[in-house]
């Protein structure tokens, strides 16, 4: 499980501790807060609150940590960043200039991988309801594989492909039945999940798939989990599949490929978050035999850490318990509220990290109760109205989940970049949102009829 609201200031990591365990982020005594080098309050100021910030490095970093641990041992791996972790452009132009395919998972994201210039034969398509206009879409453009999540649609992919005078490449994707040992709302392969196809069906499937003349199926895929924090889970779950891929051979089919998912974690409180090395490791021990074309779908391990969440203090109210209001909210960033998920909270101000602090309850404006950051956190004891607070490690799962909820504009995005910075969306505007709506004339009417 992950870290549950409310925190516990007794075991709740300093704000020391959030700035040696992020490389990415250092208190100046004259700017405050900066990330990459860059002081959070020159954002603030040019670009209003709240914003959401995304260190180039940081990405640039963690792309090759993460595929450095698989050269270490030897083991060709294909990189498919899951994108709805973090979907905007830039942050697909630098994966793809870092050699990285992407995980896509409706046509909105195929879409947006290929203006990114992706390249058709480093995405796959994963889903447990594709459209048949998306899958169409993903036949035309010759998409790498297309995983398929149940029987019903293997069938139906083969009526599209027809149609299309194609044939796709297809994986089964697999629920192994494992206990990712993470939120109860980001478990994707236990029975039971809505995603993938029972594995003891695979071996059955495969044999009724020969037959088929628009679809070609070149292997197994397997999504456990997000946020995994430990070896076993991922152990348990590729040890299946590799038995899946023995028994499949032994049974006359060919399996050229294995699509091993995501969901490896990261530190967001004090977890020990495990490594790339570990994954790697894991891999290479459980399918590193048998001869198969290997990929994987992080998204939260590259994504999360290049992420904040710029805000400023709207309000503070005193009571019991008292409560900081920030400018952003659960329509901002929805993983508090969704899944009582644990957010590093720092001051932006330099004399954050020395004033003594006291616990707050950490809010939004929205008019709902759940919208919380956090209970019981500690913040300057002095915190007041205008200050900046930035949200940590919300690159993953951040922008790509905000609503319009209260008719809240969608927040402005950031990239810096060795020093630079850009605004790369601009904020959305109320007129924006009224501008997509209309209303019926004949409603319109009835304003001069009384
Ligand atoms: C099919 C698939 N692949 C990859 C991912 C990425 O997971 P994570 O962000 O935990 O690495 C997900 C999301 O859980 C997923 O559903
Ligand atoms: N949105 C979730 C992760 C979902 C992963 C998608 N299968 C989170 O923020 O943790």
Redesign the pocket.
């Known amino acids: 499980m992950s870290a549950p609201l409310p925190s516990d200031p007794a075991t709740d990591p300093s704000f020391s501790d959030m700035l040696e365990t992020r490389p990415s982020l250092k208190m100046d005594a004259r700017d405050g807060l900066l990330f990459e080098g860059v002081p959070l309050h020159v954002i603030a100021a040019a670009v209003g609150t709240p914003c959401w910030i995304t260190g180039a490095e940081t990405l640039r970093r963690r792309a090759k940590a993460l595929r450095a641990a698989f050269e270490a041992r030897n083991l060709p791996v294909n990189m498919?960043f899951?994108m709805?972790?973090q979907d905007h452009q830039a942050t697909l132009t630098i994966l793809r200039q870092c050699g990285y395919g992407v995980?896509i998972?409706s046509g909105g994201e195929m879409q947006r991988a290929l203006h990114a210039g992706i390249s058709p034969s480093g995405i796959v398509f994963?889903?447990v309801g594709k459209s048949d206009a998306e899958l169409r879409a993903a036949i035309e453009h010759d998409i790498a594989q297309i995983?398929v999540e149940s029987v019903e649609e293997l069938y139906r992919l083969d009526d599209i492909a027809r149609a299309c005078g194609r044939v796709a490449r297809a994986a089964l994707?697999v629920n192994p039945d494992v206990d990712a040992d993470t939120h109860d709302k980001?478990s994707?392969g236990r029975a039971g999940d809505k995603?993938g196809i029972e594995h003891r069906r695979a071996v059955a499937l495969y044999d009724e798939a020969a037959s088929l003349k628009n679809v070609r199926l070149v292997g197994l895929?397997v999504?456990l989990?997000?946020?995994?924090l430990t070896a076993g889970p991922f152990r348990e779950g590729y040890s299946r599949l590799a038995d899946m891929v023995r028994e499949i051979r032994a049974a006359g089919h060919t399996v050229e490929a294995v699509d091993c998912?995501?969901?490896?974690?990261i530190r967001y409180r004090d977890e020990i978050a495990p490594s790339p090395d570990m994954l790697a490791g894991v891999i290479a021990e459980t399918l590193g035999d048998l001869d198969v074309r290997l990929s994987i779908?992080?998204?939260?391990?590259?994504?999360?850490p290049t992420g904040i969440l710029l805000t400023r203090v709207i309000e503070t109210k005193a009571g019991n318990p008292d409560f900081v209001v920030l400018d952003a909210a659960m329509n901002d960033l929805a993983r508090p509220s969704l899944y009582e998920s644990w957010h590093g909270i720092m001051p932006v101000a330099p004399s954050g990290l020395t004033n003594p602090t006291k616990l707050w309850d950490i809010v939004g404006p929205v008019c709902e109760s759940s919208d919380i950051f956090a209970r019981d956190r500690a913040l300057p004891a002095d915190t007041k109205r205008g200050d900046l607070i930035a949200l940590l490690d919300t690159g993953?799962?951040g922008s790509v989940m905000s609503s319009n909820y209260n008719s809240r504009p969608f927040a402005a995005q950031v990239l810096i970049d060795n020093g630079k910075w850009e605004i790369i969306r601009q904020r959305q505007s109320v007129a924006e949102l009224i501008a997509a709506e209309t209303v019926p004339e004949w409603l319109t009417a009835k304003d001069d009829h009384g």
């Open positions: 498919h899951a709805k972790s995980d998972v994963s889903g995983n994707r980001i994707t995603f895929a999504h989990g997000s946020q995994m998912g995501g969901g490896l974690g779908e992080p998204g939260r391990w590259l994504s999360a993953a799962y």
